[in-house]
């Protein structure tokens, strides 16, 4: 059964520190890889997609890493801010007949920033 | 704005009445999606919906139904509400079925059942 799971479950970082999430999946074969991030009470918002042929992709702050051989990823945050608090979902993309959506959702990392 | 919308944002309503959550985009996407997030903030899909095809989780109570009177719009109908009905729906849309860029959520409506 295609799987996507994510560490930690939940963080709380200091402001100005730097972290990272990891996210692991089975899903094969694999066609590409977002993060979202979900502020409480809104909908997830893309930050990075990157195809199975990329390593890394940056926005901002942002850094997401791709290991396909592994099947891990990660998403490093330089200098959090009290604006990153929040739930990163890992979502992958396996191709057509993955299911209703056709994606695989992890359950998240709900990440605390306190100043 | 480009945007999947969804209204209303949040509705609390009885159990056993019956009650609709609209969506609409104007992405000029072809694919429309339904998905409920639970107290644990975990998005589960509900419904996938072009204009050819209808994927149903086969978790999902049939009183839950999707309504689409046209491409940009995927309405959410529930019968019978239950207390375990409550959570937050999100709808979302994207280019293609499964095509996962360009994905995009709308801001969810918060459902509560007393």
């Known amino acids: 059964k295609n799987q996507v799971e994510q560490s930690p479950q939940s963080l709380i970082i200091l402001e100005g520190k730097n972290c990272t999430l990891q996210?692991?999946?089975?899903?094969?074969?694999?066609?590409?890889l977002r993060w979202y991030k979900q502020d409480t009470g809104r909908g997830p918002v893309s930050l990075t997609i990157?195809?199975?042929?990329?390593n890394t992709k940056s926005n901002g702050r942002y850094t997401a890493t791709l290991d396909a051989d592994t099947k891990q990823s990660s998403l490093h945050i330089t200098a959090s801010q009290l604006s990153d608090s929040a739930s990163y979902i890992c979502?992958?993309?396996?191709?057509?007949?993955?299911?209703?959506?056709?994606?695989?959702f992890g359950k998240g990392t709900h990440l605390i920033i306190q100043p | 704005d480009t945007a999947v919308s969804q209204t209303p944002k949040y509705l609390v309503t009885q159990m056993g009445n019956d009650k609709s959550i609209k969506c609409e985009q104007n992405?000029?996407?072809?694919?429309m999606y339904w998905y409920k997030q639970d107290s644990k903030k975990f998005l589960k899909i509900m419904f996938s919906?072009?204009?050819?095809?209808?994927?149903i989780n086969e978790t999902v109570p049939n009183r839950f139904s999707p309504k689409s009177p046209d491409k940009a719009h995927l309405n959410l109908h529930i019968n019978s509400l239950e207390l375990g009905d409550s959570a937050v729906y999100f709808c979302?849309?994207?280019?293609?079925?499964?095509?996962?860029?360009?994905?995009?959520f709308g801001s969810g409506t918060r459902l509560t059942v007393v």
């Open positions: 979302a849309s994207s280019l293609s079925w499964g095509y996962i860029d360009g994905y995009t």
């Open positions: 996210c692991n999946y089975t899903v094969s074969p694999f066609s590409n």
């Open positions: 990157m195809t199975f042929s990329e």
């Open positions: 979502v992958v993309s396996p191709p057509k007949g993955g299911g209703a959506d056709g994606l695989t």
């Open positions: 992405l000029g996407h072809d694919t």
């Open positions: 919906y072009n204009n050819k095809e209808l994927i």
